[in-house]
């Protein structure tokens, strides 16, 4: 299908999958599907998974010391999940931090039934596209049991329904960021985000320390929206800096005037 075509259809389908709970005209197996934000609450960390090698890790064992980008998806997703993931890939690209460096990865799968071996496959896959340096160390792909893939998700307000008649997965899409001590704090949504998005939640997540101060006063003017998952300009904030500017620029005009009248004394 014209990768055009599958676009606008996710782009339908999570408009869907967003809408409110009482909104009846939905699908039947759309209407348990979406995100419900769960901001500042802390994550299960004694969830135990294994990662792309088989190695039994805990959830605890990606946080203490760096932010986290967290994904739910599913490995043999025939279209969401690769199109998220390949968005993300490219969200993380033109960043100034990267994976493994200054923040950490996780990937877990929400079907019980997928192996490490689908996990190694889809972290070659991303890791190849990523191309940084020591990222394969920073982004981890998981798989669980159906109970602590389920406490995952009730726990970042992660709805998805699984269709037996496809076996397929219906869900929405988008990313948690948390504090390196796992506790949530930013989600934004989509298959495609803003690279600016990005960086400025890692930013806010880490509490300043990463990021250049460049970062920091993009913060200072841009304020994220929960409604929208996204960072926007803050007017007041840029009527402030305008105006101090201008108070700036004037001083500066009227001190060169004093000195050039007084050297004409």
Known sequence: MNRFVVRVLVIVWLA?????RAD???????????????????LPLDLWFR??????????????AKPVVLTLAYYHCPMLCPLALEGLVRSLRPLSISAGAEFEMVTVSIDARETSAQAADKKQKLISQYGRKGAAAGWHFLVG??????????????RYHYDAA????????????ATPQGRISRY??????AP???????????????????????????????????????????VRIAGALTVVILGGFIAFQIRHEERGA
């Open 16 to 20: 869907l999958a967003a809408s409110a």
């Open 196 to 238: 600016r998005d990005v960086q400025l939640a890692l930013v806010e997540a880490s509490d300043n320390r990463i990021g250049t101060l460049a970062d920091q006063l993009l913060l200072f003017c841009y304020h994220y929206d929960p409604a929208t998952g996204k960072y926007g300009p803050v007017a007041m904030t840029a």
């Open 145 to 158: 049991d159906a109970d602590n893939v389920e406490r995952l998700a009730r726990a970042v307000g992660f």
């Open 24 to 42: 009846d005209s939905r699908p039947a197996a759309l209407r348990d599907v979406g995100i419900d934000q769960q901001l500042d609450r802390p």
């Open 188 to 193: 934004l949504y989509g298959v495609d985000y």
């Open 51 to 64: 990662d792309e090698a088989g190695k039994v890790v805990r959830l605890g064992d990606f946080f203490g």
């Open 166 to 177: 496809s076996d397929q997965f219906a869900h929405a899409t988008g990313l948690v960021v």
